[in-house]
């Protein structure tokens, strides 16, 4: 099963960025979806975006025009720019290989 390492998350000030990266341990085929959920303290875990390919994207209302999925299918890597940061983004984001291979979280905090 494929190995997921989230990395780039940490503590900014609302209006800031920050760029998540998800690495995995294998190659992913390229028309294969990949997608970031994120869960905050004491509620459920939601979905954030998802990513096909370049061109086919989709995202939560909540963070659409704020924040960009990517992917990199030669460094097996994909990516969630995140601009604009509110006080409601902070918490742990997770990325998933559908159906089930999901990363261990990583905090995104961002203060007011």
Do not use: H
């Not at 390492?5 to 940490?10: F, Q």
């Not at 900014?12 to 990266?21: I, K, M, T």
């Not at 924040?67 to 509110?86: E, P």
Request: proline share 4%; hydrophobic share 35%; charged share 15%.
């Amino acid at each position: 099963q494929v190995q997921l390492v989230e990395s780039g998350g940490g503590l900014v000030q609302a209006g800031g960025s920050l760029r998540l990266s998800c690495a995995a341990s294998t190659s992913i085929v390229s028309s294969y979806p990949m997608a970031w959920y994120r869960q905050a303290p004491g509620k459920q875990r939601e979905w954030v975006a998802t990513i096909i390919s370049v061109g086919s994207t989709s995202y939560a209302d909540s963070v659409k025009g704020r924040f960009t999925i990517s992917r990199d299918n030669a460094k097996k890597t994909l990516y969630l720019q995140m601009n604009s940061l509110k006080p409601e983004d902070t918490a742990v984001y997770y990325c998933l290989i559908p159906p089930a291979s999901w990363g261990q979280g990583i905090q995104v905090t961002v203060s007011s």
